[in-house]
Every structure is written in structure tokens, then in C-alpha cells.
């Protein structure tokens, strides 16, 4: 039997390795000066992962509406003067002029980061307004994720293994009374995902495929990723379809503290010798008509897209029985989270002198 091509199998894009890069590093497309997208179809390809359809009336009146406040916010605080070709610029063109040169692609790029943070907030809006319970938004990313990756086997993919779930209450509580700093709006991982690849050299493709079909890779949250598992520039140069590449990637004046961040575990309780390449994503998630009519006409204006953040880990088979092992495994790093939690709950903030216990004189 011959089995067709794997979607993980395409050739990369520069855009792809940006945006692989960023993931991994834990950066912010607001620091990027550029786009690199080569064609159109590939710039469209970006908006379909944004969840938005150019053939709907109603989601291009949307992405007007969002440009042209982008546009008066830049004006109207910065006197940035932004020309008329890029100001009534369509969202294709718009990419395809932020990944050119020159004063319209300064001005593209920058029209495309308030458009991000003004859609993104608006999102986020909608989701406040919607009667809908976490339950049923959990649900639609799941099915989401599920329709990718099990497509994505159907097509032959080396993934292994792949496991989604959500962080049940007693590990939120955990987790919560584990962190000083922690919120329950700052615990990303309520929703988590996992995927096992045959080998590292197939992790690559399993994050452009993400990127491509579950979230854009401008909505990695910044400073969530944690990658000890796959220095960038190092596989690259190793791969001879990945090595020529690189040297047309723009380059950032702190991309080596950046880089950095590869070294370092995820949090206080992971072993140091745990590999894993993980990080957040807020993924955008398209309504229905249904449920778009049941939130308040004053959400109506806001779009049907949503966000909803989740937590992604990817790692290759060896890799991950080397994690099972010692102080690297999952049961090891629950032993030490809740040592932690009860110490804290127990005697307070690590640190601080514990009062001996009072005598009363006889």
C-alpha cells in the first residue's frame, strides 16, 4: 500500500523558522521590523490559521474596521504617517507589503502589530461576554486540536503518541498554592496537549503544523516557552534544506539573551536534566452563528473569533523515557511540588524564622 505524503512532510518556509524560532524562544512578533512571507497563497494561508474567512462579507468588513482604528490610534497618538496604499490596504496585501522593503513595509508592519493587539483584545472581550461556560470552550479547542492531529495521522505523521486533557482541580490547587506569584488567571496549562514524535529531527515539522492549522505563530504566548530539548540554530545547520535559510532571518540586538531561555526549565520543581520543548499558545477559535447569537448585541461588533490559552509539549520517544527516569520523572516532580506546598502551607514563605514553640513559667 502506498501512503500519501505527510502534511509534516512539505518543504519549510522562511516564515516557518521565524515563527518556529519565536516559538521556541519565547519571544513577541511586536519586536519583529519584518515578515517574511514569499507569496500570496502563503499570506492567505496565515489568515485562514487566524481563523478568518476572506470569502465572508462579514469577516471582511471585520478586518477593515480593526485596520482602520490601527490606523487612527497610530495617527491620533504618534503622528505616524501611515500612506493611503497601506492604510486601505487589504489583510493579504498588508502581509505581503510587511514582508517587502522600504517605507511601506516600516508602515505595514507596524499598522499589523496594533491590528493584532486591538483584534486580540477585542477577542478577548467577546469571550467575557459570551454565556458560555469553560467547560464548552475547552471543548471546541479540543475539538479542534483533535481534527488536526488525527488528520495529520491519517496522513501518516510520525507522531507516536499524543495525549490531550485538562488540569483537573485538585492540580490547579496545587499548582496555585505551589507559585507566590500565581493567579488563576496566570495558570496557562488548564488545557494541555501533548505529542510524541519517532525522532527530534520531526519535531520541526510537528511545530509548523501547528502553526499552520491550530495557532499563528503570533499568538505564542511571549516568555511561556521553555526548550531544552532543540537549540535552534544548532538543528538547523544541520539540515541542509533548514541551514540556507537562516542567514535570510532578520536578527534581533537581544536575540543571544533571548536564546537563552533554551537552558532553562519551565519551573522551580522540573529537574534540570527534564528535556522538553514547551510553550503556551492562545488560540483563536471561530464561533458559530449560534453561539455568536447568543452573547449581547453589544458583542456583535466585536468579531467571532475567541481566544482560549493552552499549554503545548512536544518531545521525541527517546527523550521522553529518559524523563521517566530519577529525578526527571513526572512522579519525582509531583513528590517535590507538594513537599513545597505543604511546607508552605505549614510554616510560610521558605526563608523566614520559624517561632519556637511558647512556655508558660510554671
Known sequence: MVTSPSSLDHAFTVADLEGIRNLLAGGSVIDWRKLMFESESEAAAFVAAQELDLSDPADVTRIDTVRNSAVKYLRRHFDFPVPSPVANADLVTLLMMASGKGHRQLCACTVLKVMHTIHHLEARELLFQLPVSNEEVFHLVEQKVYRVIGRALAEGAPIVEFIGGRKNKDSL???????????????????????????????????????????????????????????????????????????????????????????????????????????????????????????????????????VMAEFQVLDTETDARNEVGDASHSAYKVRQRTAVMRRLKLGKPGVAVPSERKDDD
Not at 181 to 199: C, G, H, M, N, P
Not at 224 to 243: G, I, K, M, W, Y
Open 173 to 307: 490547587y496545587t499548582k496555585l498554592l505551589s507559585k507566590s506569584e500565581a493567579t488563576a488567571a496566570q495558570i496557562y496549562d488548564k488545557l494541555r496537549f501533548r505529542v510524541v514524535t519517532r525522532s527530534p529531527d520531526e519535531i520541526f515539522s510537528v511545530l509548523r503544523l501547528l502553526q499552520r492549522e491550530v495557532f499563528p505563530f503570533n499568538y505564542v504566548i511571549p516568555e511561556q516557552s521553555t526548550n531544552t530539548l532543540l537549540p535552534f540554530e544548532h538543528h538547523c545547520a544541520s539540515r541542509p534544506d533548514l541551514a540556507p535559510m537562516v542567514a535570510r532571518m532578520q536578527s534581533f540586538e537581544e536575540e543571544p539573551a533571548a536564546m537563552e531561555r533554551e537552558s532553562l526549565v519551565d519551573n522551580e520543581f522540573t529537574a534540570s536534566s527534564y528535556r522538553v520543548v514547551h510553550f503556551v499558545a492562545d488560540m483563536p477559535i471561530r464561533l458559530s452563528d449560534a453561539r455568536l447569537a447568543a452573547a449581547p448585541p453589544a458583542a456583535w461588533t466585536l468579531g467571532r473569533i475567541i481566544f
